[in-house]
């Protein structure tokens, strides 16, 4: 139809080969006027295609924003479930908006395929004193139905893989000020009830049928702590929310376990997290470094559960390793990695990991060390990692991580729960 | 449609060559157009679309180039909706460069309403009322960068402007929390999109974000509205349905495809269809669509909301460039990654020595720019160039960068640029322009200063069937083309056609 029209109108515009297109267009600005002349005859909406239709309503009507906003302050949350717990979902309720945006709360409940189970509940006050202040209470409730444990002490063999369940409770404050730029010290206070059990994985043996007290203390029996620790923060990282590129963060714990029932499992942990980031080449590449180190210590007569000793192995740390394959009173572990940009939205990554637990502080040293290396994708939005693919390989094998974080950005397991530093 | 149209235009270029109006200065008197449709575009097509798929009509792989439209015949862009020849042609002042598109519309009265406001982002606005009740955006810098946007956008619109473009006329200013007044029942929206009405409290929760002078005022940007009844973007492909004046595909426009020279000279990496915008305007009794450019926040290195991304003249995306640097393990960097930036936050990540004109991209594929041929390139170069160094200093001061080195710095990266650009675009055809007929001679500018070898042969030429027949001189009425040549530059030719003593067209030819 158009093209017949269109026919139509250079017959009739130029009048064919029948009459001069000199008689018909004396002037250029006829022409133009002749080109006019079609488009006219042709004029329609200029509607947008039906896929830039939605995907305009997608931005405008911020359909992303809603559905990690939620409705009403509810949605979804998807994983950040403790490595080995298998994909996790629940649903939250979250509010940033409350007393004019001077609180943020959040509540959440999230179940796993392998049966683990997270409740948490934060409130903050993130504004106090023009931002110098910030008031945080945390809540939160653990079911891990089969933790994985290898035995404590640097040496235990791969195949001794056993789990247990671990469920704790705690309630937290904390208090932070921030006396100047760059700088966040503080301190909190908590109840921790913890409880172990069998572990719910008929695959493996469960860890209480393996280990007597005598290696693995608390295993038989379990307390409760009241846990009070300060911190302080040095962080100058260019980007601290999401994957920095340069600066440093420094990050110094120290938390009391004060044993509120046996009076056998108190002790006292020191937690030392230091990162570095060294772009070259205009920050599309970076050498990143980390050194990590968990030290405790305990009164005569004392000892540290199992279930709270510092672990390493898993997606965060020896990634050539599984999850907490190693545990014990010490632990120390030093990541280097190599990134830099394939595309705007993905990075390459090469990266060597080393570490080791052991039982005395005194051992804190480069001696023994297990090692890893391996390479990964990261893909990230808005300067954030929204996912990352690593793999490790050791001399135990490789393994591949899927996770929604950035590498150095993961909790310590265990410990310090509701930390605002991790 | 927009086929059969480029048939009967090209019947009409090949039948007869020049017509008495040859060459138009200006475009017709603009159709009036009844309705057009308010429609927004989405940048999330627009990038996929352009990223990954076919958009517009490409040059062809073999055969003759599509010369760039929407010219007169000396190959100039007509003055019209598009755009106007302003500093090339009619060189402007030193006071005409830096008032830009105006400099008396600033926002007037002690006190401005607020009538709308942006509070998700990380760089916050609002829309207020002046005391004359003009609609003005106001637009902050970021916190990491002061002064870096505001400067971007005010010297940026000045240099389109200067250019040839339509832009709005954008002004720094400066002010207190107590001019600015909350109107009735203003409506705010949420990072959600959710709305509820607006408080005191809103605007000083986005002053919060954004940074204070010395003296404790806010800066920013006010861009005034453009006049006429907002219709949304044009795209840098096809035309418009519904503009009866709209009928050279945008991607074959000369002014669209130069762009990408000017774009890369100020580095305007985000120059996409929705930072353009369609007005429907009135004028002597007709209503039209005007088109312009719109928000330079992200130019000059600044990224509006933070500094510019060293990627800045580079694709987000190419296969070969994921590919190498995917199998080579990031050893074998992009030149752009090697660019060494100068430390001035009120400026971002710009410079000059690393900038290659021939590599420079905006941040994906550009249709219009994908077109553009060396005679394009050099329409834009030549305009680029027409820019001398005390233009250059002049126009930068109304940055009002409080930092003299900042300030100076960015003047040297626009010289070094603008050298790069004529040096690289001048050396594809042969450089000549401002052509003149003195005393039954024919002279012009070499823009390069670089061909002293040119050589000219006469020819009579039959403007209905194109034929030529060599001269001895230039005829002294008809047609003629003179043809320019130099051996220095083999395969580069000029064709310049006169009629009775007049100059009537340019053909520029490259190998």
């Given at each position: 139809?158009?093209?017949?029209?269109?026919?139509?109108?250079?017959?009739?515009?130029?009048?064919?080969?029948?009459?001069?297109?000199?008689?018909?267009?004396?002037?250029?600005?006829?022409?133009?006027?002749?080109?006019?002349?079609?488009?006219?005859?042709?004029?329609?909406?200029?509607?947008?295609?039906?896929?830039?239709?939605?995907l305009?309503?997608?931005?405008?009507?911020?359909?992303?924003?809603?559905?990690?906003?939620?409705?009403?302050?509810?949605?979804a949350?998807?994983?950040?479930?403790?490595?080995?717990?298998?994909?996790?979902?629940?649903?939250?309720?979250?509010?940033?908006?409350?007393?004019?945006?001077?609180?943020v709360?959040?509540?959440?409940?999230?179940?796993?395929?392998r049966?683990?189970?997270?409740?948490?509940?934060?409130?903050t006050?993130?504004?106090?004193?023009?931002?110098?202040?910030?008031l945080?209470?945390?809540?939160?409730?653990?079911?891990?139905?089969?933790?994985?444990?290898?035995?404590?002490?640097?040496?235990?063999?791969?195949?001794?893989?056993?789990?247990?369940?671990?469920?704790?409770?705690?309630?937290?404050?904390?208090?932070?000020?921030?006396?100047?730029?760059?700088?966040?010290?503080?301190?909190?206070?908590?109840?921790?009830?913890?409880?172990?059990?069998?572990?719910?994985?008929?695959?493996?043996?469960?860890?209480?049928?393996?280990?007597?007290?005598?290696?693995?203390?608390?295993?038989?029996?379990?307390?409760?702590?009241?846990?009070?620790?300060?911190?302080?923060?040095?962080?100058?990282?260019d980007?601290?929310?999401?994957?920095?590129?340069?600066?440093?963060?420094?990050?110094?714990?120290?938390?009391?376990?004060?044993d509120?029932?046996?009076?056998?499992f108190?002790?006292?942990?020191?937690?030392?997290?230091?990162?570095?980031?060294?772009?070259?080449?205009?920050?599309?590449?970076?050498?990143?470094?980390?050194?990590?180190?968990?030290?405790?210590?305990?009164?005569?007569?004392?000892?540290?559960?199992?279930?709270?000793?510092?672990?390493?192995?898993?997606s965060?740390?020896?990634?050539?390793?599984?999850?907490?394959?190693?545990?014990?009173?010490?632990?120390?572990?030093m990541?280097?990695e190599?990134?830099?940009?394939?595309?705007?939205?993905?990075?390459?990554?090469?990266?060597?990991?080393?570490?080791?637990?052991?039982?005395?502080?005194?051992?804190?040293?480069?001696?023994?060390?297990?090692?890893?290396?391996?390479?990964?994708?990261?893909?990230?939005?808005?300067?954030?990692?929204?996912?990352?693919?690593?793999?490790?390989?050791?001399h135990?094998?490789?393994?591949?991580?899927?996770?929604?974080?950035?590498?150095?950005?993961?909790?310590?397991?265990?410990?310090?729960?509701?930390?605002?530093?991790? | 449609?927009?086929?059969?149209?480029?048939?009967?235009?090209?019947?009409?270029?090949?039948?007869?060559?020049?017509?008495?109006?040859?060459?138009?200065?200006?475009?017709?008197?603009?159709?009036n157009?009844?309705?057009?449709?308010?429609?927004?575009?989405?940048?999330y097509?627009?990038?996929?679309?352009?990223?990954?798929?076919h958009?517009?009509?490409?040059q062809?792989?073999?055969?003759?180039?599509i010369?760039?439209?929407?010219?007169?015949?000396?190959?100039?862009?007509?003055?019209?909706?598009?755009?106007?020849?302003?500093?090339?042609?009619?060189?402007?002042?030193l006071?005409?460069?830096?008032?830009?598109?105006?400099?008396?519309?600033?926002?007037?009265?002690s006190?401005?309403?607020?009538?709308?406001?942006?509070?998700?982002?990380i760089?916050?606005?609002?829309?207020?009322?002046?005391g004359?009740?003009?609609?003005?955006?106001?637009?902050?810098?970021?916190?990491?960068?002061?002064?870096?946007?505001?400067?971007?956008?005010?010297?940026?619109?000045?240099f389109?402007?200067?250019?040839?473009?339509?832009?709005?006329?954008?002004?720094?200013?400066?002010?207190?929390?107590?001019?600015?007044?909350?109107?009735?029942?203003?409506?705010?929206?949420?990072?959600?999109g959710?709305?509820?009405k607006?408080?005191?409290?809103?605007?000083y929760?986005?002053?919060?974000?954004?940074?204070?002078?010395?003296?404790?005022?806010?800066?920013?940007?006010?861009?005034?509205?453009?006049?006429?009844?907002?219709?949304?973007?044009?795209?840098?492909?096809?035309?418009?349905?519904?503009?009866?004046?709209?009928?050279?595909?945008?991607?074959?426009?000369?002014?669209?495809?130069?762009?990408?020279?000017?774009?890369?000279?100020?580095?305007?990496?985000?120059?996409?269809?929705?930072?353009?915008?369609?007005?429907?305007?009135?004028?002597?009794?007709?209503?039209?669509?005007?088109?312009?450019?719109?928000?330079?926040?992200?130019?000059?290195?600044?990224?509006?909301?933070?500094?510019?991304?060293?990627?800045?003249?580079?694709?987000?995306?190419?296969?070969?460039?994921?590919?190498?640097q995917?199998?080579?393990?990031?050893?074998?960097?992009?030149?752009?990654?090697?660019?060494?930036?100068?430390?001035y936050?009120?400026?971002?990540?710009?410079?000059?020595?690393?900038?290659?004109?021939e590599?420079?991209?905006?941040?994906?594929?550009?249709?219009?720019?994908?077109?553009?041929?060396?005679?394009?390139?050099?329409?834009?170069a030549?305009?680029?160039?027409?820019?001398?160094?005390?233009e250059?200093?002049?126009i930068?001061?109304?940055?009002?960068?409080?930092?003299?080195?900042?300030?100076?710095?960015?003047?040297?990266?626009?010289?070094?640029?603008?050298?790069?650009?004529?040096?690289?675009?001048?050396?594809?055809?042969?450089?000549?322009?401002?052509?003149?007929?003195?005393?039954?001679?024919?002279?012009?500018?070499?823009?390069?200063?670089?061909?002293?070898?040119?050589?000219?042969?006469?020819?009579?030429?039959?403007?209905?069937?194109?034929?030529?027949?060599?001269?001895?001189?230039?005829?002294?009425?008809?047609?003629?083309?003179?043809?320019?040549?130099?051996?220095?530059?083999?395969?580069?030719?000029?064709?310049?056609?006169?009629?009775?003593?007049?100059?009537?067209?340019?053909?520029?030819?490259?190998?």
């Open positions: 139809m158009k093209l017949r029209f269109a026919c139509v109108a250079c017959l009739a515009v130029f009048g064919g080969s029948v009459v001069p297109l000199e008689a018909q267009a004396p002037t250029r600005a006829d022409t133009i006027e002749r080109a006019r002349d079609i488009k006219a005859a042709q004029l329609e909406p200029d509607e947008v295609s039906p896929m830039e239709r939605r305009r309503a997608l931005r405008d009507q911020k359909w992303l924003e809603r559905a990690s906003s939620g409705y009403n302050g509810f949605r949350k998807i994983g950040n479930m403790v490595t080995g717990g298998g994909f996790a979902i629940g649903p939250e309720y979250f509010r940033e908006d409350l007393f004019r945006g001077n609180m709360a959040r509540a959440s409940a999230q179940f796993s395929t049966g683990f189970q997270k409740y948490e509940a934060q409130a006050l993130p504004k106090l004193a023009g931002g110098r202040v910030s945080e209470a945390f809540g939160s409730h653990r079911n891990y139905a089969s933790l994985q444990y290898y035995g404590t002490g640097p040496d235990r063999p791969k195949d001794l893989r056993t789990v247990y369940r671990l469920e704790d409770t705690s309630i937290d404050g904390i208090a932070a000020i921030k006396p100047v730029r760059h700088v966040k010290m503080g301190g909190s206070l908590g109840y921790l009830w913890t409880n172990v059990g069998p572990g719910d994985d008929s695959r493996f043996a469960s860890a209480d049928q393996v280990f007597t007290p005598a290696q693995s203390p608390g295993i038989d029996r379990q307390t409760n702590y009241l846990r009070p620790g300060v911190f302080g923060q040095f962080d100058y990282r980007n601290p929310a999401g994957t920095a590129k340069s600066g440093g963060n420094y990050v110094f714990q120290y938390s009391w376990f004060l509120q029932k046996l009076n056998q108190g002790f006292r942990r020191m937690d030392i997290d230091l990162q570095q980031f060294v772009p070259f080449f205009n920050k599309t590449h970076v050498l990143a470094f980390r050194a990590k180190a968990t030290l405790t210590d305990t009164d005569r007569n004392q000892q540290i559960p199992f279930y709270l000793q510092p672990v390493l192995g898993g965060d740390d020896l990634r050539g390793f599984r999850p907490f394959r190693f545990s014990d009173r010490n632990s120390m572990v990541n280097a190599y990134r830099w940009e394939i595309f705007s939205g993905l990075d390459g990554a090469a990266f060597a990991d080393a570490g080791k637990v052991f039982p005395r502080r005194g051992m804190l040293n480069f001696r023994d060390l297990e090692s890893s290396a391996g390479f990964g994708l990261r893909f990230n939005a808005n300067n954030a990692t929204f996912l990352r693919i690593d793999t490790g390989f050791s135990e094998g490789f393994q591949l991580w899927f996770k929604f974080n950035d590498v150095f950005l993961g909790r310590v397991f265990g410990t310090t729960t509701g930390q605002p530093v991790y | 449609m927009k086929h059969v149209i480029f048939f009967l235009m090209a019947v009409a270029a090949v039948g007869q060559r020049f017509y008495a109006d040859d060459p138009l200065d200006r475009e017709p008197a603009p159709r157009v009844e309705k057009a449709l308010n429609r927004k575009l989405s940048d097509y627009d990038l996929l679309s352009h990223q990954f798929g958009v517009g009509e490409p062809p792989k073999s055969g003759p180039p010369r760039a439209q929407a010219v007169n015949t000396l190959g100039e862009p007509m003055d019209g909706a598009w755009y106007t020849k302003r500093h090339y042609d009619r060189r402007m002042t006071e005409e460069l830096k008032r830009g598109p105006g400099d008396s519309l600033a926002p007037s009265g006190q401005w309403t607020v009538i709308g406001a942006k509070s998700e982002g760089t916050p606005g609002f829309t207020i009322l002046d004359a009740k003009r609609r003005y955006f106001i637009k902050f810098d970021p916190l990491t960068n002061p002064e870096m946007a505001t400067a971007a956008d005010s010297i940026s619109a000045r389109f402007y200067a250019l040839g473009y339509h832009v709005p006329q954008n002004y720094i200013i400066y002010f207190t929390p107590e001019q600015l007044v909350l109107g009735d029942d203003v409506q705010l929206a949420d990072a959600t959710k709305k509820r607006m408080t005191s409290r809103d605007i929760e986005i002053l919060v974000k954004v940074p204070r002078t010395k003296d404790g005022r806010y800066r920013a940007t006010a861009s005034l509205a453009v006049e006429g009844k907002p219709i949304g973007p044009p795209r840098y492909d096809g035309t418009r349905k519904d503009d009866p004046n709209d009928v050279v595909p945008h991607e074959h426009r000369r002014d669209m495809r130069g762009l990408h020279v000017f774009s890369a000279w100020l580095a305007h990496d985000d120059s996409r269809a929705i930072n353009n915008f369609d007005s429907l305007v009135q004028e002597n009794g007709r209503q039209y669509i005007r088109h312009y450019l719109l928000d330079f926040g992200s130019t000059l290195g600044s990224g509006s909301q933070r500094a510019n991304s060293p990627r800045s003249g580079a694709y987000y995306f190419t296969w070969k460039g994921a590919s190498t995917l199998f080579t393990l990031g050893l074998a960097p992009p030149h752009w990654a090697r660019a060494h930036y100068g430390h936050p009120a400026i971002g990540l710009f410079e000059g020595d690393a900038f290659d004109p590599r420079w991209v905006p941040e994906y594929p550009n249709p219009a720019f994908l077109n553009r041929l060396p005679d394009d390139e050099f329409w834009a030549k305009q680029v160039m027409a820019f001398t160094d005390q250059i200093r002049t930068v001061s109304t940055g009002e960068i409080s930092e003299r080195e900042a300030e100076a710095f960015l003047v040297e990266c626009l010289i070094k640029r603008r050298d790069k650009i004529g040096k690289t675009y001048f050396a594809k055809v042969l450089p000549f322009d401002r052509f003149r007929l003195q005393g039954g001679t024919l002279a012009w500018d070499d823009l390069s200063q670089s061909v002293p070898d040119a050589r000219v042969a006469w020819f009579s030429f039959n403007n209905m069937s194109g034929e030529r027949t060599p001269l001895t001189s230039m005829p002294a009425s008809g047609y003629g083309a003179a043809e320019i040549s130099a051996p220095s530059r083999p395969g580069q030719t000029i064709v310049l056609y006169t009629d009775s003593g007049r100059i009537a067209g340019i053909d520029r030819n490259w190998r």
